[in-house]
């Protein structure tokens, strides 16, 4: 079965730094979607990469997906106090990609040190 | 537009009592899903609906069950409540899987057992 390993569990900051989180997987990765949630709330959606070597920006935070399509990172740019959460990353589990149920990493939380 | 909502947010059980938990999203998504979140564990996946009337078992779904009468619904049901099963429950919902989309996650039940 295909696993999602994060690191690091946890991150802590100063705000105005630069972060990196990583998502690695067992298997090729034909989604992959960065999460972020706050804690006592729901998931909110940030990114989803399908191609290798794929990069997508919002705001200041940029995902990319590897050439190899089995790693991920995030990366926050200037971190602000809203940043701070827990990220999670999640995948498809199909063979080829469309199935109908995802993976996710156990997360990696985030504080950033006004 | 809610997009998904969970009821109740908080609840709190005595171990072998029985209740369910209501998701609904009225974004008319064939996909609906039920994930708990235990710290450590990250999200692991209890059931999942992929259509009206259909339902599969995910990864945890020992002490579980569900239903899906209406597209609009999921129900997740325990019978017999136990302190393993005190987490935090998701919904989720997305509208295919033939290629990779985004879930739409409500904001979670909070759930202790006694």
């Known amino acids: 079965s295909q696993e999602l390993e994060q690191s690091p569990q946890s991150l802590i900051v100063q705000e105005g730094k630069n972060l990196t989180i990583n998502c690695t997987s067992s298997k090729t990765l034909y989604g992959l979607y960065w999460y972020k949630q706050k804690y006592g709330e729901g998931l909110i959606f940030l990114m989803m990469l399908q191609k290798g070597g794929e990069e997508k920006s919002h705001e200041k935070i940029t995902a990319k997906l590897d050439e190899k399509k089995q790693q991920s990172s995030l990366h926050i740019t200037a971190s602000q106090p809203s940043h701070a959460g827990i990220y999670l990353c999640g995948a498809d589990v199909g063979d080829q990609g469309g199935s109908e149920k995802l993976v996710f990493g156990k997360g990696t939380k985030l504080t950033v040190n006004p | 537009n809610a997009g998904v909502t969970q009821t109740p947010k908080f609840r709190v059980l005595k171990t072998g009592q029985s209740m369910t938990l209501l998701c609904a999203q009225d974004?008319?998504?064939?996909?609906m899903y039920w994930y708990r979140q235990d710290p450590g564990m990250g999200l692991r996946l209890i059931h999942y609906s992929v259509g009206e009337g259909t339902t599969a078992k995910g990864e945890v779904p020992d002490g579980y069950n569900v239903s899906r009468l209406k597209k609009q619904n999921f129900l997740l049901g325990l019978e017999s409540a136990a302190p393993s099963q005190t987490s935090v429950y998701f919904c989720?919902?997305?509208?295919?899987?033939?290629?990779?989309?985004?879930?739409?996650f409500g904001p979670g039940t909070r759930l202790t057992v006694l």
């Open positions: 974004m008319n998504h064939e996909y």
């Open positions: 989720a919902s997305s509208y295919t899987y033939r290629d990779p989309v985004e879930q739409f």
